[in-house]
């Protein structure tokens, strides 16, 4: 006659106690999963320290394509590989207080001429197409005294907002030298139905 299984009576002790191996496998997973976690954490703060800054727009100075309490990453490396172009959203020390930082369009870059007449940008004679512009002030530049093109000298950049009725900028303080420039604005992360690539 088989023997039965008694009711409350204890499982054999080999169902109950894990094997050496399994034990060995789920420490094996463990630190797998402790490395995968570590190993993204490096990748993350390496990413924001030397790349990506995640940086607070404030201000209305770049709206419509960047609201005030915007949240936003800049890229710190690609002026390191590449050269700053006109249209580029760029993040610099504020020329008047390096405590202070901007964040601009780049209009002019070093060796363009320059003009401002009612608010339409021109730049080495050729009237600026800026899609990026919704309403446009009236201000001309320079101002005061004859209408005539500027050269933006080397190493600098001429730079505006894009709200210009709203905008501190090169008009007022004139060119940003580059090595002031230390981002590009690349995405906007919050709130999360703005989140996407900035142009």
Do not use: H
């Amino acid at each position: 006659m088989e023997e039965q299984d008694q009711p409350g009576a204890a499982a054999p002790a080999e169902a109950c106690e894990p094997t050496s191996g399994q034990f060995g496998e789920t420490l094996r997973n463990a630190l797998g999963w402790v490395r995968d976690l570590a190993f993204s954490v490096l990748i993350a703060v390496v990413l924001i320290v030397f790349i990506y800054q995640p940086v607070k727009v404030e201000g209305t100075s770049m709206m419509p394509g960047l609201k005030d309490q915007e949240r936003i990453f800049i890229n710190k490396f690609t002026y390191r590989l590449g050269s700053i172009q006109r249209g580029d959203t760029v993040v610099f020390k504020f020329p008047l207080d390096d405590t202070k930082s901007y964040i601009k369009r780049v209009i002019g870059l070093p060796g363009d001429r320059i003009r401002i007449d009612a608010g339409q940008v021109y730049v080495n004679g050729r009237r600026l197409t800026e899609d990026y512009v919704i309403e446009r002030d009236n201000v001309s530049w320079p101002a005061p005294g004859p209408l005539t093109d500027q050269v933006v000298p080397s190493e600098k950049y001429f730079v505006l907002g894009d709200n210009r009725s709203s905008s501190s900028d090169s008009r007022t303080w004139g060119f940003v030298p580059r090595n002031d420039i230390y981002g590009k604005a690349v995405f906007a992360y919050w709130p999360l139905d703005e989140m996407g690539r900035l142009k």
